[in-house]
């Protein structure tokens, strides 16, 4: 397993049962809030939600858009909470360059604070691909700082125990889909919170 994978795998498993009362669980949530809003999406619609963490966005996804949800993780304490969280619902063990879903079965993924944990942002970007439908739409939602803080920051940021591989700028979001098969929809920045939306293509 990649280190990056191995060292999310720990720091979450060690998280996941009180995921919610965390720094971090408190921290996301207004990423989960602002992506929901973000989203257009019909009743019905298959979603999944990489990275998906206890599985609490997917459950706000539901309840108010009444969608059909998956998730994966690649925490299995986290997945196993996210099952406890919404029964009824698809939860898979895995990483992001590698789901265990058939091709071109998702209406939107999402990936929501968790985009600059994934260790090759081009293979998530050609399964995320290989998963959507022609013209489903992938979100994300991810921290933004500025070209200075990232300067100062991403040299250090891989050494953090929980996974955490990169900061990216808007460019290099938009350039690591479009050389995928996606073109954006959509990108605005509100305080650290950025939000790009893609359709596939």
């Known amino acids: 397993m990649n280190r990056f994978n191995e060292k999310s795998m ?32 019909d ?13 609490t966005l997917i ?22 909470n996210a099952r406890r969280k919404n029964p009824g619902m698809f939860f898979e063990t895995a990483g992001c360059e590698s789901m265990p879903f058939q091709d071109r079965l998702f209406d939107i993924i999402t990936v929501c604070a968790a985009y600059h944990h994934f260790p090759d942002v081009k293979a998530f970007a050609a399964e995320a691909h290989r998963l959507l439908k022609t013209e489903g739409c992938l979100y994300i939602a991810d921290v933004y700082y ?12 891989p050494l953090s125990k929980a996974g955490d591989v990169k900061f990216y700028s808007p460019k290099e979001i938009k350039r690591t889909f479009e050389n995928s098969g996606f073109r954006m929809i959509d990108h605005n920045i509100s305080g650290h919170i950025q939000i790009a939306a893609f359709q596939k293509i």
């Open 10 to 41: 720990k720091s979450y498993n060690e998280k996941a049962d009180h995921y919610d009362e965390t720094f971090d669980g408190r921290f996301t949530l207004e990423f989960k809030h602002k992506l929901i809003d973000e989203i257009s999406v």
């Open 146 to 157: 500025s070209a200075l803080v990232r300067f100062l920051c991403n040299p250090f940021v």
């Open 43 to 55: 009743r019905g619609a298959h979603v999944l939600d990489v990275a998906c963490g206890n599985g």
């Open 59 to 80: 459950k706000m996804l539901a309840d108010r858009y009444g969608i059909i949800g998956y998730g994966t993780d690649i925490s299995e304490k986290m997945i196993e």
